[in-house]
Structure formats: structure tokens, C-alpha cells
């Protein structure tokens, strides 16, 4: 498979080595366009990549094209882009930017819209995407083959569903930090060692969720597994639903959800 980026930063080295390290792809098979010169003697010493510093000549031969640019470049990276050829797609990673609005700069129906997620670049990301009706179930395949790198994906029918996962999936890890921080912060106030409460913290989560996964129960079913009257977890989480943590979430779900929107 023959894959150009326009653009190589972080998330698009995360595809990159991914992809390499997985054997998907050989690294002659990818091209990747990044004005930056540093990121480019990178990515070329790193992975054994061509890179350029110029998009029109390297799209080319690209059967997926990996738009992986700041949203704000967008109109400067499409003038130098150029048309793309029918059977080529167009991947955009770009958090916000719709489909229409992407065939717009671009001249182009192929397009795949996909939202990735930072766990990407431990091979654990959620990318959600979609695709127009131009593009064909070979490059649907390839597409899937590429975004699966980075962990796991879902293709959704309709492109509402990855503007909510923005809101879920994209801007979930942040929201997720911000919990590991608070429970740091709420052992050292009771007074435990910073590294021990980060170590416990981070475990803490990822056994959790591993276990809610791998048992297949609903969340509130282990919830009260451990939860004993008059206990410890339930004099904690008295005090959680009483700073209404369950509505907060809700309502920075829909403020993301709300901005997607508006982007
Ligand atoms: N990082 C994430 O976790 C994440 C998650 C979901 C979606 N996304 C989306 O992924 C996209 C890329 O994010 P990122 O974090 O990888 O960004 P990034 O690290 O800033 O990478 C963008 C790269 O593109 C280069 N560039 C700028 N203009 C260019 C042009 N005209 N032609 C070629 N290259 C150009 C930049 O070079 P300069 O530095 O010289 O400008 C930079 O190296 C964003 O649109 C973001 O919304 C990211």
C-alpha cells in the first residue's frame, strides 16, 4: 500500500512507526511532506522514509493520501496539493473539519474523515471515521488496515457519530488525566508519597478498565460489587454524587459535543 502524509507530526509519526514496526507497510512505501526540516531529517533517520518538503510532487503515487496538517493549514496545504486523481482517497485526521468542507478544498469526492485519539501512540487509540460514498471497499480495507496501527477502530456510517466521538474518544484521554491527577492529588493530601499515589493511581485505572472490559458486566454491577454497606467506597462515593461528578461529565460531553459543531 502506497501512502503519502501531509504533514509529519506526532500523530502522523505514531501511524508512521506503527505501520513500519507492524510490517503494514515497507517504509519505501511512504512519502511524507512536512515543512518543518527538523521533523523531516527525523522521520527519514528514524524510519527510513522519503520525505519532501513540497506536496505536489510526492502525492502521486499515493493510493491514500494522509492529510495530518494543524486544522488552521488546511486552505495553504490543499493550493499545494493539487488534484488528486478519482481513485485516490484523502484520510484526514484533522479534529473538526467536516467531510464537505474537506471536498471543498480539496476538489476531491474520496475523502475518509477519521478521529483519532493520543493512546494512539502506544498502539491503545480509538479512531472513529466514516467515508464518503466515492470510496471504494479496497480503499475502505486499506483505510481500515491504517487506522487499526494505532489500536482500535470503528467505521460509523454517519458522520455525527465522529463528531461525537470527538467529544468521547478524541477529547476522552484529557478528561481521564484530569481524574488520574485529582485521585494523585487526593492520596498526597491524606499524605502518601507522590510516586506511590501516581503508581496506584495510574493501576488503579487500567486494572479497572481492563477488568470492566474483560468481565463484560456493566460498570454500576462491579461498582457495587465493591461497594459494602456503611463502608469505605460508599462513604466516598457519597461524596462524588454529591458534587454531581455523573452530571459535570455529562455537560463537558455536550460543551466538546457543542464545539465540534461549531468548529
Ligand atoms: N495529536 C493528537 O493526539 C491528535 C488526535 C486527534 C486528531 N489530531 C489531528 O491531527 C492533526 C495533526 O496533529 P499533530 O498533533 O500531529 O500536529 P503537529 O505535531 O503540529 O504536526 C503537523 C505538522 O505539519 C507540518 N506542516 C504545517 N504546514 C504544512 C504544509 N503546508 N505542508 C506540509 N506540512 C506542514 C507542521 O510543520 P510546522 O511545525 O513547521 O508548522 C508539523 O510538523 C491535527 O489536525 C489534529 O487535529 C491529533
Not at 486544522?71 to 488534484?83: F, H, L, N, T
Not at 488528486?84 to 484526514?92: F, K
Amino acid at each position: 500500500m502506497k501512502l503519502t502524509f501531509i504533514g509529519g507530526g506526532t500523530m502522523a509519526e505514531a501511524l508512521v512507526r506503527r505501520l513500519i514496526k507492524g510490517g503494514v507497510v515497507e517504509p519505501h512505501q511512504v512519502k511524507i511532506v512536512d515543512t518543518s526540516d527538523v521533523r523531516r531529517e527525523l522521520l527519514q533517520r528514524e524510519y527510513g522514509v522519503e520525505t519532501f518538503c513540497d506536496s505536489t510532487i510526492c502525492v502521486e503515487g499515493a493510493e491514500i493520501v494522509v492529510l495530518a496538517v494543524k486544522p488552521q493549514d488546511i486552505e495553504k496545504v490543499a493550493s499545494q496539493v493539487g488534484p488528486l486523481r478519482e481513485e485516490q482517497v484523502l484520510l484526514s485526521i484533522l479534529a473538526g473539519v467536516k467531510l464537505d468542507k474537506l471536498s471543498g478544498y480539496f476538489g476531491h469526492k474520496a475523502i475518509i474523515r477519521a478521529m483519532p485519539n493520543t493512546p494512539a501512540q502506544v498502539g491503545q487509540g480509538m479512531t472513529v471515521w466514516t467515508a464518503t460514498a466515492e470510496v471504494s471497499q479496497k480503499r475502505i480495507e486499506q483505510a481500515r488496515t491504517v487506522l487499526a496501527a494505532l489500536g482500535e477502530e470503528l467505521y460509523v456510517p454517519d458522520e455525527k457519530y465522529v463528531d461525537m466521538a470527538t467529544a468521547l474518544s478524541g477529547s476522552g484521554p484529557a478528561y481521564v488525566f484530569l481524574f488520574v491527577e485529582a485521585l494523585i492529588d487526593g492520596a498526597v493530601n491524606i499524605g502518601m508519597p507522590r510516586a506511590m499515589a501516581e503508581r496506584l493511581a495510574v493501576q488503579t485505572v487500567l486494572g479497572s478498565t481492563e477488568y470492566l472490559r474483560e468481565s463484560g458486566k456493566h460498570p454500576a454491577e462491579l461498582r457495587n460489587m465493591v461497594t459494602s454497606p456503611g463502608g469505605t467506597t460508599a462513604a466516598a462515593l457519597h461524596e462524588l454524587e454529591k458534587g454531581s461528578l455523573r452530571t459535570l461529565i455529562a455537560e463537558a460531553v455536550s460543551a466538546a459535543y457543542a464545539k465540534t459543531r461549531i468548529l
